[in-house]
Each structure stands twice: as C-alpha cells, then as structure tokens.
C-alpha cells in the first residue's frame, strides 16, 4: 500500500515536473519545426536566475513568501530576455533550413548558452532552499512529502490548463493552431506568421526558464543541468507526439510513473526504463501517441 | 596498376607512420584520436549522403569500445588484431538487429530514435557494477603478437593502427561511394519513393548503410579504447554523438578523406580552444558551428571546389 502511495506521489511529481520542461519544447516544435536543443539552457537559465535572486533576496531579510513571486519574475524576465534575443537576434535569419540542420543550429546555440551562463554565473554551485523547506512536509500513511512537490504538482496543472485554454478557447490560440496545422496557409489568410513565431519562442523560452526557476530550490544549481534535462524532454515530447501539448502531458505522466515505478522496484533501470519505453512507442507508433501522421512527399 | 590519387594516398600513409617516430607524443595521441573519431564520422556521412542523420552514433562507439575491454579483459589477451575483430563482429551483430527497426524510419524521428538508442546503452552501462558503472574501466594497451612498437617510452601501435585502419576504411567507403548501390544514396535523399518505383528497396540499401556506419563507429570506439586505455558510458551519451554530427557537418560530406581531415582539424581546434579559454571552450566550438552552417553548408571540404572552380 505504501509502496503504491509512494510510486503514485513520486511519479506524479516527477511527471509534473517533466511537462514543466517539456511544454516550452513542444510548443516551440508544433509551430516552428524547430526541435530546440537550446531548451535545455533555457531551463539551466530559469535554475540560475531563480536560484541567485532568491540568495540575494533571502540576504536581505525580506517576507519569505514573496520569494514564490520572485522565482516566478526571475523565469519571466530571463525567459523574455533569452528568447528575445535568440529569436529575434539570431534564428529568424535561419527560417526555411531542414528541420536536422535546425536541432545542429540549435546546438551550437546550446554549447554557446552553456558557456555564457558559466561566464554570468561561475562554475560553483547555487542553493537556494528556503521557498522548499518554507512550505514544511506532509506525512501520509506513514511516509513523508514535501510540501513544495504538491505545490509543483498544482502549479503543473495550471500550466497545463492555462495553455489548454488558450490554444483552444482563444482567438490567439487558434490562430496559433491555424500555424501548426499549415503554416503556409495561415500566411496566405493573412496571418502574420513571423510574429507568432516570435511569440512562441518567447513562451517557450519562458516555460523552460520557468521550469527551471521552479525546480531550483530543490536542488543545487551546477554547471550541465540543462544538458541532462533536454534529453529526458525529448523522450517526453517524442513518446506524445513532436508538437502535441496534450501529448507531452501524456508523455510526462508515462514516463514519471514508469521512472518512479522503476526506482521504487528496481533502481539500477532507472535510465533505461525511459528511453525503453520511448523505444517501444516509436517502434510501434514513430509518429508518437498524439501527433497526426503527415503523408509523405511525391 | 595504381592510380595517383592511390600513389597519393599510400605515400602520405607511409609518411605519417614514419612521422610517428619523430613527432611528440601529444600529437601522435591527438591524431589517433581524431582518426578514430573520423572513422565513426566517416559512417556518419554515408547516412547524411542518403539524408539521414543518426544522432546516435555513440551507441556503436561505445559498444566497440566495451567489446574490446571486455574481451581482453576475459582472455587476457592484448592482440590487437584480435580486438579490433572482436568491436568489428560486436558492431556486425547490434546493428543487424536494431538496423531492422531503425531502417524503416527517417528524418528526425531517425534521427531521434536511434538517440533513444545509444541512450539506452548509456543507461544500462552507468547502472551496471560489473562495468565499472559511471566510472567505466581501464582497457590494456595493445600489442602485435607480444610487440607494443615502443619508441623513446611511447607506444605507436595503435597510431599506426589507426592511419592504416583510417586508409583501408577510406579505400573501401571510396570504391563504395562510386558503386551503384551508395550512390542510391544520394537518390534516396532527393526524392525516396522515386528510387522505389524503379524497383529498389530503399529500406534494404539503408539497412547496409546503417551497418556499414555501425561498423565504423565500434572499429573508431575500438580503437579510441586502445589509444586512451580507459572507456566509459559517456562514450554513449547524447554529447557524444552530437559531437560527431558536429564534424561531419564541419567536415562535408563531399568525399571519404574529408571526415578524417575534419576530425583531425576538430581534435586541434578543441585542443587549442581548451588550452586558450578553459570556460569557453565550447562557446567557440558553437560558433563554430554556426559560423559553418551559416558560411558554409556544405562543410569545409565546399571549399575544395571552390579552390578548383578558381584553378579552371
């Protein structure tokens, strides 16, 4: 009973947080063919900025509470700023490129990024636990949960349903879906292709910024953190569908529960059991579980 | 009779094994490397000619890395003949099963799954006590039949093994370019389902050229494996990988000695980066990167022709 509870709540923390990251990077890929490697610095960014506004701030001696504000100011401006500037300043001039040649663009920006946030913010660690140990833990049946990992979870769902909402019941959101169903048509009726673009990159960046901000306080901020997430993003994304927002949301709960499952019963398959099971879906469906199988080119 | 583009070649093998003895260590490891990572690079660009980019060339160079220490490990043997064997047969038999799925697929979900591949390896490798986990283990420095080729206190063996690996592999991916069946390569890329109505199956040409590439990388693995005497997973991590698409699209995939050159040229490039700024050594690989892409999308080896077109 225990062992159930303690996969359930772990998976689905675990899972919350996945979608967290892999959102921003579905998103970007529905509407601009970009499959982002860069997602990972941006998610590295968010950590760093969340993690050394709250130092400064919990040094000052402010209200503790407002922290939360803070992480969630920290992603916005680091998320606005970044996109910006890599939209707008670099991968606007490189539109219209095969989709492969675009992940290797997007890696180089990736190896630049890394270095950038060494030269911004050293190679020590940051910590930034307050706003974790702020909330306290709860104890269920006997085992113990942090308090912040429900608060993930509730902000996840908020996330998922603000996004949820706004490509469905917004005119800008479907216009939005006008662009990832056919990109060229949209243009024709009048669409202004280039602008969505660039807002979506800048919402992209920003979840990714956001989910690393969130992440931040529970644990330390160390130089690589984006490259280990980017590839557990891809395998969420992939396993829904590339470009499916309710597909990462599939994908996310799949894979936090099969990980948390894995950790609770066999540790050593930690690793394997995500990539097994993305291997498995595209064996059987390489269009991923939610993305509609496009037909080939004469 | 030897052509003197073969003349060429075989000259300038002989003059790089001679050159061994008198060049200093740092560079005669540095070129080992680099050939080794050529060769899987090598396999690389016989998948991008067909339009095809594996982003997960790391699992076969890490494969044949760990086949080679696991079986000198087990017979104690340091053959080095033997070994590379023992990687080419290691990378024959992954391939030929995985090739079976990963053939069917193309663009970025090739791409993509072939990285859940290597990832795979990655994840149970680091997991694995046996294996030295995370650490990986040490691999014996190898010898021909009990001779290590010492000169002046360094082993040339598995640098001379590499030139002359790095020139047969060449030779061969050279005479197959040429032959119908790579350049079907190219005609897959244009335009896939053309190709299948003149009646060739595409899946069956891709599935050779991926175990041709797989072969590649685990004889680059094996020898990587020699020259440094250690391996670990992170030979199969994603990083790894990329950083062979990395070179092929440095290199081009305009001809079979222009990811060998590339390769060497990437070694020097991240040596000198590293040794100039330790904390940004990656930034200039980056816009390096970029500036290529942007420059020159068809690789360094683009130039060539342009220096040719100029010559007429």
């Known amino acids: ?298 | 009779m030897l052509s003197k583009n073969q003349i060429f070649v075989v000259a300038a093998a002989a003059l790089m094994i001679l050159a061994g003895l008198v060049m200093p260590y740092w560079f005669s490891f540095l070129v080992t490397v680099a050939l080794a990572k050529g060769l899987v690079v090598l396999g690389l660009v016989i998948l991008m000619r067909a339009g095809l980019v594996s982003f997960g060339q790391g699992l076969y160079y890490c494969a044949g890395a760990y086949a080679v220490g696991a079986f000198s490990d087990y017979f104690q043997t340091d053959n080095v003949l033997l070994l590379v064997l023992v990687a080419i047969v290691c990378g024959l038999v992954i391939s030929s099963i995985v090739g079976l799925l990963l053939s069917r697929y193309r663009d970025i979900f090739f791409a993509m799954f072939s990285m859940a591949f290597s990832m795979i390896l990655y994840g149970v490798l680091v997991k694995s006590a046996a294996l030295g986990s995370s650490d990986g283990f040490n691999v014996t420095k190898p010898s021909l039949f009990g001779w290590a080729a010492e000169f002046n206190g360094t082993n040339l063996l598995s640098y001379w093994v590499a030139i002359i690996l790095a020139c047969v592999a060449g030779a061969i991916i050279w005479r197959y370019m040429r032959s119908p069946m790579g350049m079907t390569g190219e005609a897959i890329r244009e335009n896939e389902i053309r190709v299948e109505y003149l009646g060739v199956s595409v899946q069956k040409i891709i599935y050779i050229k991926y175990i041709i590439a797989a072969v590649l990388a685990s004889v680059g693995g094996s020898i990587t494996a020699m020259t440094v005497g250690h391996i670990d997973p992170e030979m199969a991590y994603w990083t790894t990988s990329g950083e062979f698409v990395f070179i092929a699209l440095m290199a081009g995939t305009g001809h079979v000695a222009a990811p060998l050159i590339g390769a060497v040229i990437f070694e020097l490039m991240r040596t000198f980066a590293f040794q100039l700024s330790p904390y940004t050594w990656q930034m200039i690989l980056g816009i390096a990167l970029l500036s290529i892409i942007i420059f020159l999308p068809n690789g360094l080896w683009s130039l060539t022709d342009k220096f040719k077109k100029g010559a007429n």
């Open chain 1, 1 to 298: 009973m225990n062992l159930a509870l303690a996969v359930l709540v772990d998976g689905v923390v675990y899972s919350s947080w996945l979608f967290l990251i892999a959102a921003g990077l579905t998103l970007i890929y529905g509407v601009m063919k970009i499959l982002n490697m860069a997602h990972g610095s941006f998610y590295a960014i968010g950590a760093y900025s969340g993690a050394s506004l709250i130092g400064v701030y919990f040094a000052g001696g402010n209200p503790p509470w407002a922290s939360y504000l803070l992480l969630v100011g920290a992603a916005l401006v680091a998320g606005l700023i970044v996109g910006l500037l890599i939209e707008r300043g670099f991968l606007r001039f490189m539109y219209g490129r095969d989709e492969v040649v675009m992940i290797l663009v997007t890696y180089g920006i990736l190896l630049i990024l890394e270095d950038a946030i060494k030269l911004l913010w050293g190679v020590d660690p940051y910590f930034a636990y307050q706003p974790y140990t702020l909330l306290g833990r709860t104890k269920i049946g006997g085992l113990s949960f942090a308090n912040y990992d429900f608060m993930l979870i509730c902000v996840t769902a908020l996330v998922a349903l603000v996004l949820w909402w706004s490509l469905n019941r917004t005119r800008s959101g479907k216009i939005l879906q006008s662009v990832i169903h056919d990109r060229e048509m949209a243009g024709a009726l009048g669409v202004n292709v280039t602008k969505i673009f660039t807002i979506t990159f800048v919402i992209g960046a920003f979840l990714g910024a956001f989910a690393g901000a969130l992440t931040a306080p529970g644990i330390s901020v160390v130089p690589g953190i984006g490259i280990e997430v980017i590839i557990l993003a891809f395998a969420v994304v992939v396993i829904g569908g590339l470009g499916s927002v309710g597909g990462a949301f599939v994908g996310a709960l799949i894979v936090g529960l099969s990980r948390a499952l894995s950790v609770h019963l066999y540790p050593d398959g930690e690793l394997f059991v995500i990539y097994g099971v993305m291997g498995l879906v595209l064996a059987f469906r390489p269009q991923g579980l939610f993305a509609i199988a496009g037909a080939r080119k004469i």
